[in-house]
């Protein structure tokens, strides 16, 4: 049993690290909580998921594809919604609150154009992507090679876009507007240059982290996007807000949690994550990592 909440875990954890990462980077810097974010990643599944079984485009190809549609649809949707709250916003506070609400319009808007679209086209309801589904032996357990190949993926961008964080002007930016907004404006930051860029990677990894998800979940639905969104929330609050490594910390102990929990009951995997949140905020509020 252990071995194969080991080997799950981590293909799920690798996914849900890089799902809270995009999430988180967005909150971070630009304190707009995206509980639309969900639906942005079913977004990328479907164009991946379609891409495949309309024209064979291999789904690493339109993962690209997907993930650079996302990356621009986020420089339209920056500035038509969330640039002029974002620069009348008083406080931090005010602007979470504000932002939350605009998301949530946000979410039943993308929901809706969505299921139009579902509704007219119902062949997108039935689309898997048959891709890798040999399997190969891991500590005894049985997994498919897609599984294996969205885990790589998913680790790959993680650390791709930790090295940018970490060792690249805009990623220097980033962190400085995340930390020290103020500061950061005194020393020649365009904020509102930097918090567009936050939106739109943010968009870009949803869309990644959905392409992956449609590799190892067939049919995904709006609930999957609720749930995945969900999931992303409590990483973020079991790592800390703003911490990179608080993310993929929070990702992977989510995926050993969720699998544990399969293990002897599958419907209650939710309901423990929901549990598990509420103790981290009332023993760590700031989480694991937060400062």
């Not at 252990?2 to 981590?10: A, L, P």
């Not at 154009?113 to 049985?142: A, C, E, H, Q, Y």
């Not at 240059?193 to 639905?221: C, D, E, K, R």
Request: charged share 10%.
């Amino acid at each position: 049993m252990w071995e194969e909440v080991i080997v799950r875990g981590t293909v799920d954890g690798a996914l849900y690290a890089l799902i809270a990462v995009g999430l988180n980077l967005q909150y971070g810097v630009t304190k707009i909580l995206n509980v639309a974010y969900g639906q942005f990643l079913l977004i990328g599944s479907l164009i991946t998921a379609a891409l495949f079984n309309l024209f064979g485009v291999d789904p690493i190809i339109s993962l690209i594809v997907s993930a650079i549609g996302l990356f621009l649809l986020g420089f339209l949707i920056y500035p038509l919604v969330f640039r002029k709250i974002v620069l009348e916003s008083k406080s931090a506070e005010e602007l979470e609150v504000r932002s939350l609400l605009i998301c949530f319009g946000l979410l039943f808007t993308v929901s809706q154009v969505m299921s139009i679209i579902i509704l007219r086209n119902p062949r997108l309801l039935t689309l898997s992507i048959n891709f890798l589904k040999d399997t190969i032996t891991m500590l005894g357990v049985k997994i498919e090679l897609n599984r294996i190949v969205a885990t790589f993926i998913a680790l790959t961008i993680s650390m791709v876009l930790y090295v940018m964080l970490r060792y690249t002007r805009i990623g220097l930016a980033l962190r400085a507007a995340a930390q020290e907004p103020t500061g950061a404006k005194i020393v020649g930051v365009n904020i509102s240059s930097v918090h567009l860029a936050s939106f739109s990677l943010s968009l870009l990894l949803a869309s990644i982290a959905g392409s992956i998800a449609s590799m190892i979940n067939p049919y995904l639905t709006s609930a999957y996007a609720s749930q995945y969104t969900f999931i992303a929330l409590t990483i973020t609050v079991i790592g800390g807000a703003g911490s990179f490594v608080g993310s993929l910390v929070g990702g992977f102990l989510m995926g050993y949690i969720i699998q544990l929990v399969i293990k002897f009951e599958s419907l209650l995997a939710m309901p423990v994550v929901y549990i598990f949140l509420v103790a981290i905020l009332i023993i760590r509020p700031k989480g694991l990592f937060g400062r």
